[in-house]
């Protein structure tokens, strides 16, 4: 018996019914109406009954539907096509292995699409996906036609990833990397769907699972610690970064020309990556960072050094920019082992200028747009639950405020004339005043009131004398009252 029922997802009405041996299900736009029940509970009646007569064609009720697919296949060859398979012909679409022959390669439909793609990526990222591209993807699928790829054969390719040599030690590539190539293989595949008309295999397949990574900040000891002790060319570097926030592209790329000590600013225009001059990561990323004073001394420093050796403020010895790698590995690294800091990338410089902005009280859309944050956002989410641990800003300091305003009471403003300049107001303690006196009653409650004169419980209490102000306020010198 077929129903009618509401769709949790599109909120609309939807028929279900069983036909054959398979259940079905035909979706509509309606939404959930008592008028509109009733006209598809007449038309699911009228089908119910063609189906116990035999005379019900699937396809004179649903013409577009993805079900007519499903009928063609389980019809029998040999056997004289049924008036419900008639109608479903022009629908129905050939097998994969007949798709398999008019498909190109994976490896030339994957370099046409790189090549139509390219002009809107930035040359860091098409050297990163070039070296996914032929490193893992067309050893692999090079050989095979885009439409005859399989589920099981993608699935098998992941699984793969998972078992090669990673860095170092590592047996395996992360869930992150492994994700990343997956994306890649998924949009070329999926174009190539769009193309040539068949179903990608990678519609229903899932992302790994990455676990979250925590940043880790320095605290403010521990920066103290590493400016004093790191080598004396580095420690310009190192002030600058942990005191903008800048990335390390961002820093590694920027010259003289984006430095402003008259106005102060540092302008983030260009970033460092592989090796070449890019555009910042985001639109959001260009951004002018204010110095602070130990920011300006330092570049100021800076300036001397290499200020007329290279256009780059932060150079090697020959005037190019820093290279990440060998930072990390003759500088960075061992700074931390000197000092028994816990190892962690140098992005983490990055993570504390924002966690020491936050516990200085700076205002979050400040911090947000010195850090080239579009919103406050990833702010909060990332960086706030390091700010309690640095300053206790855990409702204590709201507390100390309150006990401190409130156990000097109330002040009244008077004129001071000895000030001048418009500083002329001088706050002293009121003295205790009687509370409000409560309004007449109006309306009802005065009829109610006219008509039981022997009823005093309404009476109004007189006034409270004013008390005289304590003897130790009267010894100030008087002053005059504001006007």
């Known amino acids: 018996m077929g129903s009618i029922r509401l769709s949790d997802t599109t909120g609309s009405l939807f028929m279900d019914f069983r036909f054959g041996v398979g259940r079905f299900r035909e979706y509509s736009a309606l939404p959930d109406t008592q008028p509109n029940r009733k006209k598809l509970q007449k038309i699911l009646d009228k089908i119910e009954a063609e189906i116990a007569d035999g005379t019900f064609v699937y396809a004179n009720y649903f013409p577009g539907s993805k079900a007519l697919k499903r009928l063609a296949r389980q019809g029998s060859p040999g056997v004289p096509q049924a008036e419900t398979a008639q109608a479903i012909a022009p629908y129905v679409v050939p097998k994969p292995e007949t798709l398999a022959s008019t498909g190109p390669l994976f490896k030339n439909f994957a370099t046409k699409w790189f090549d139509e793609r390219s002009i809107e990526w930035r040359r860091s990222h098409i050297k990163s996906l070039l070296s996914t591209l032929n490193g893992r993807l067309i050893p692999y699928f090079g050989e095979k036609v885009v439409g005859s790829i399989t589920k099981s054969e993608v699935l098998e390719f992941r699984a793969q990833l998972a078992k090669v040599k990673g860095r170092g030690d590592k047996e395996g590539l992360s869930p992150k990397r492994i994700n990343e190539i997956m994306g890649l293989l998924r949009q070329i595949i999926n174009e190539a769907a769009d193309r040539f008309e068949f179903t990608s295999p990678l519609l229903n397949i899932k992302k790994l699972r990455q676990r979250k990574t925590d940043v880790e900040p320095f605290s403010f000891a521990d920066v103290q610690r590493i400016l004093a002790t790191v080598r004396v060319d580095y420690k310009n570097y190192f002030t600058t970064r942990f005191l903008t926030g800048m990335r390390t592209g961002e820093v590694h790329g920027l010259k003289w020309k984006y430095v402003d000590f008259d106005l102060r600013i540092i302008r983030v225009r260009e970033t460092f990556v592989l090796g070449e001059d890019e555009y910042t990561k985001t639109d959001g990323s260009q951004r002018d960072i204010q110095m602070s004073q130990p920011v300006f001394e330092a570049l100021q420093l800076q300036y001397q050094a290499t200020g007329k050796v290279s256009e780059y403020v ?59 944050h579009t919103s406050t956002e990833m702010l909060f989410r990332v960086y706030s639950r390091y700010v309690p641990n640095l300053t206790r800003n855990d409702g204590s300091a709201m507390e100390r405020l309150l006990a401190s305003q409130f156990s000097q009471g109330a002040l009244n403003a008077q004129a001071d004339p000895g000030r001048q300049h418009g500083a002329n107001t001088l706050y002293v303690p009121a003295c205790e005043t009687a509370p409000q006196v ?46």
Request: charged share 25%; proline share 12%; aromatic share 8%.
């Open 314 to 372: 932060f150079c090697n010895l020959v005037g190019e920019p820093l290279d990440n790698k060998n930072f990390s590995d003759r500088v960075w690294y061992p700074l931390l082992r000197h000092l028994g800091l816990k190892a962690r990338r140098p992005y983490q410089m990055r993570h504390t200028a924002a966690t020491l902005w936050l516990a200085s009280g700076e205002a979050p859309e400040w911090i947000a747009r010195q850090l080239g």
């Open 438 to 483: 409560q309004p007449k009653r109006r309306g009802i409650h005065a009829v109610r009131r006219a008509s039981r004169a022997d009823d005093n419980t309404d009476a109004q209490p007189p006034p409270r004398p004013r008390p005289v102000p304590s003897a130790r306020w009267m010894s100030f010198p008087a002053v005059q009252p504001l006007n």
